[in-house]
């Protein structure tokens, strides 16, 4: 799964490792980059504190999503993310099937799609599975917010 940015621990450790190497390149404004590094790290702590407040009581709970983006996320929280696609290619019949199966067994509450994607068939197999419908930007500029967005959807009650 190459969306690593989707976890915040996997972002503190891309946000390290940059901090290293913009050292290496430019060591006479460490004080500036060092003051920024800290800054922004500390956001991360807080960001970890609230999802994993948000999100505690919902561990082992799953989530329906139709392109597998949300690995590491669901990994930090001890959620089960259940996708529709897999490896980039729209499934058969047998395999849509057996994700939709593996999905109503789940019972999750939130089917997660990114708009780029066939939304017909996101609503008829959000339908099929008993979830409600949510689009979601991992590419978001504002972070930050898409995963409070995420959090909150996962953490919501499904109003029946």
């Not at 450790?13 to 800054?39: C, G, P």
Request: glycine share 2%.
């Amino acid at each position: 799964d190459p969306h690593v940015w989707t976890s915040v621990e996997n972002a503190k450790i891309i946000v390290e490792n940059m901090y290293k190497s913009v050292l290496e390149l430019d060591s006479s404004n460490k004080n500036y980059y060092t003051k920024r590094y800290e800054a922004l790290m500390n956001e991360l702590r807080v960001l970890e504190c609230e999802l994993d407040s948000i999100l505690e009581p919902k561990q082992g709970t799953a989530f329906a999503v139709w392109h597998p983006s949300l690995s590491y996320f669901a990994r930090d929280y001890a959620l089960n993310q259940v996708s529709i696609e897999s490896e980039g290619k729209e499934a058969s019949a047998r395999q849509l099937k057996s994700h939709i199966d593996e999905a109503k067994s789940l019972a999750p509450h939130v089917f997660f799609y990114q708009k780029e994607y066939d939304s017909r068939q996101v609503e008829l197999i959000s339908k099929e599975i008993g979830t409600e419908l949510l689009p979601i930007n991992i590419m978001n500029y504002e972070w930050k917010q898409e995963m409070y967005d995420i959090a909150a959807a996962l953490a919501s009650e499904r109003a029946d």
